[in-house]
Each structure stands twice: as structure tokens, then as C-alpha cells.
């Protein structure tokens, strides 16, 4: 992905076409999809049409729904300027530099995204008491939710050509001005899109925020829906999200702006070479572990002391191997299908201009800021009046994670697709390949890294997903959250260890595989 201040060679690239039109296929996709996402929308607009205007205004400027609003902004913009830092820093440390371990340190900086974030907060709790509040929410989202930042500036930077650096450096910019004058510039579509991803998880997170008593719109929903049951009040709080989550997306669209970031070739044929870390290689070593210390140590030596005091008897490996067979299935499957509809949401936000591609791609950031019990509500309303069949079917529970999860495949999706120049596809059915033939040739041979990190987010996001699965499993469903989540909620804290940790175990050989694959397909 090159900034076109500093895109080498200068030949000319393609703007998206204002009228550049997708293909019967990708358009039927799209229109199904954008239709899909609208239902849980459509559930909270009922819901506010079923209670009046007058009640719905009611229940908006309520006392409390200040302190709430407060509490998720402050929240959203304290948190993913941290994930920024955090996220870049260790990507271009592993990706750039000659810092020890670097293959070590990959799978770790994306492994947190596997640890449950109601997880995380309780060991942390468990290690600080009295952790709670504002603070506490941003300390254990930061750490979960950093690799949404770590995994698109990593991919972005190992497709980056080294010669534009290596330009730069000739020119007498030192290291420190190479990075923040040529290489974050052409990190800017991750960026954003990692952002945007985190703002709209933060939205939706509810058992880390429950856990340290911190309020935010989505406690509240819950409290509304699980508690007192007051579907209305819970509606109208959801309304308040989808509103905050079309600020970032205005946010995100008007800075990502209409530069253009694809450029003709691979560039240079070689990696960049490693940037000498010299008196700095321990401050950085010590920043590292002190990141994977936090953001995994935590949980797992409290995992730990879960499992010393269960002893032998809480590993029921029937029980366990069922839970597990049934997570890989759901995660595997989601991820697939997901990252495959991603690619013609992907093609329009990108091919397009202008207000179609906008609702095409931000209508899926909407869905899924609101919190997941939201969505399953309105799936199961929508499945019981309209498509009985479908009630507590796998197809169902799948369509759920498409919706709540597309954006980690689409965030991926489209910045690898941002790279393809228009002119390389048209080249190649100039010479007699269909379209098809040209996606897999080309379009999907240059977008694979960018694909694979965005499947290998969303098999973790299904694996350790809870409360739709809950609502929307078939009978006899036990993933390894919902058994986690079992145990945990009775105080049997023992007993739920060997879930959890199954849950951080299955996401490291999954993440090198998909970087391995990725990586290998990138370069034929």
C-alpha cells in the first residue's frame, strides 16, 4: 500500500470509476448481504415505533443516559489511539527491525484475540481487587483488542516496497523520519480500518465492562433485556449506538479521503531488510514482554491457578473434545463463508464511489456495533414469524456470525484489495481470461494475505463468541465458551479453566498456519 507522495515507479493508476458497475453475481451478493444487515436495524426501529416517539424520546434523555454516553466516548477515544501505538509499534518492531524472535513474537501479538475478554478482566480483577471504571475498561480493551490494529499494519507491511525506504534514506532521513515521513503515510488505510473495527467492538463489548462494573450503552441494553426485561428501553439504547457508530464511520470515511493506495507490480522481489534495533534492542525486548505479559500472562497464569486447584478432575475430556469439535466446526465455517462474502463488499467500497459504496460497506460496521444479543433477538423474531425452519439451526447461528463478524474479513479485505490496480485485471482479460479466471490469478493471489488475516480474526471472534450463540444454538450446542461461561457464572472457576485455555490454545496454530499460507501464496 503506497501513499501517492511517495509511490515508486510513477505510473499512472486508475481511480474507481463513479460509474463502474459490479456484475450480476456481485450484485445480487451485495443486495442480499446489505438487506441481511439491516434486520437487526429494523428490530430497534420497530421497537421504537412499537413504543411511541413521545416514549422513545422518554426513554433516550432519561437520567443516566448521560453518564452512559460519557462513559462509551470517552471510552472509544481513549482506547484506540493506545491500540494505534501499540498495534503499529509491534507490527513494524517484528516486520522491520532486527528485534530477537520475531517469529516468536507474531503469533503472540494476535493470541490475545483468542482470551474471552470477560475472561481477561476477571484475572485481572483477580490480580487488582479493586479494578474498576473508566481506567480499568481501557487497560483490559486495549489489550484485547490491540492485534485488530497489529494484524493489517503487519500484513501492510511485509507488501511494502523496500526500495521507497530505502529512497528515503539515501535522501539522509534517519530511521525515526523514515518511519513517520514514508511508511506510517502508507499504513494509513490499516490504520483506519483497524480503528474503525475497535470502535465498533468497543460499542458492543459487555462481559469486560460487566465484570469491573464499568457502565456503558451496552451494560445498560443488557441489564434492560436480562434484568427487567424492558425490551423498549433496550431498543432505544441501541438506537443511541447505531448513532455512534455512523460518527465513526463519517469519522473513518473523511479521513481515509479518496487517495489512491493500489500501484502497478509487487515491487521490489526481496523482504526489507532488518533495521538495526543497536542500544534500543533492550527497551525493546522489555517493551514486548512486558506487552505479552499483560495482555497474555495475566489471564494465563490465572488460568492456571484455576487449574492446579481443579485438579485432574475437572479435565472431562468427553465433555471437552465435544466442545471443541464443535467450536472448530462454527469458527471454521463462519470464516470461510465470511471472508468469502467480504470480497464483493470489498469490490464495491473499493470499485465504487460515492454514496452506493458507502451504505454497501459502512451498513455492515452498524450491525455490528450493536450488541449481539440484539442482533439474535432479531434473528429469532424474524425466524419464528417468518422462517420457523430456520429457529435454533446451524444456518441460522452462522448467519448471525456473517453479520456480527463481517467486518473483520471486510477491514482486511479491502485494504488488500486497494492494492490491486484496476489496469492489472483489465489487462488480463484483454488477453482472454474470464472474470473468474482473473480473480483467481490475480485479484486473489494479490488480496491473499490481506484474506487471511481477516478469516483468521473472524475464527477467533466465533470462538469465543457467547451470548448469540446462546440464544441462537441448536439444542445439544456446547461450544467452549458457552461451557466456559457456564462454569464461570456458578463460581466454579475451576471447573471452567480448561475451556478457557483451549480457547487461547486453538488461536496460535491457527494464526501461523494462515500467515504461513498467506505469505507462501503472496510470493508464487
Known sequence: ???????????????????????????????????????????????????????????????????????????????????????????????????????????????????????????????????????????ITTLSYFPFMYLPAAATLRRLDPTVEESARALGSDTPGVFFRVVLPQLRLAILGGGLLIGVHLLAEYGAFAMIRFNTFTVAIFQQFQVTFDGAAGSMLAGVLVLLCLALLIAEASARGSARYARIGSGA?????????????????????????????????????????????VWELGAIGTALGQTLGLASVAAILTTVLAFPVAWVAVRSRGVLARVVEGANYVTSSLPGIVTALALVTVAIHVARPLYQSVPLIIFAYVLLFMPRALVNVRAGLAQVPPSLEEASRSLGSSPSATFFRVTLRLTAPAAAAGASLVFVAVATELTATLLLAPTGTRTLSMLFWSFSSELDYPAAAPYALMLVLIAIPVTVLLFRQSTKVAAL
Open 1 to 139: 500500500m503506497v501513499a501517492p507522495t511517495v509511490s515508486l515507479p510513477a505510473t499512472p493508476v486508475a481511480r474507481p470509476d463513479k460509474t463502474a458497475r459490479p456484475g450480476p453475481l456481485v450484485a445480487a451478493t451485495v443486495t442480499v448481504l446489505v438487506a441481511a444487515t439491516f434486520i437487526p436495524l429494523g428490530y430497534v426501529v420497530w421497537g421504537a415505533i412499537s413504543v411511541g416517539w413521545r416514549r422513545a424520546y422518554e426513554l433516550v434523555v432519561r437520567p443516566g443516559v448521560g453518564e452512559l454516553l460519557f462513559n462509551t466516548i470517552a471510552l472509544v477515544a481513549l482506547t484506540v489511539p493506545l491500540c494505534v501505538v501499540i498495534g503499529v509499534g509491534a507490527a513494524w518492531l517484528v516486520e522491520r527491525t532486527d528485534l530477537p524472535g520475531r517469529s516468536f513474537w507474531r503469533p503472540l501479538f494476535v493470541a490475545p484475540l483468542a482470551v474471552p475478554a470477560f475472561v481477561n478482566s476477571y484475572a485481572w480483577v483477580g490480580v487488582i481487587p479493586g479494578l474498576h471504571g473508566l481506567w480499568a475498561g481501557v487497560l
Open 269 to 313: 522481489p526481496r523482504a526489507a531488510p532488518p533495521i538495526p534495533l543497536g542500544r534500543s534492542t533492550i527497551p525493546a525486548l522489555a517493551a514486548v514482554v512486558a506487552l505479552v505479559v499483560a495482555a497474555l500472562g495475566v489471564p494465563v497464569l490465572t488460568l492456571a491457578r484455576w487449574l492446579w486447584i481443579g485438579g485432574a478432575d
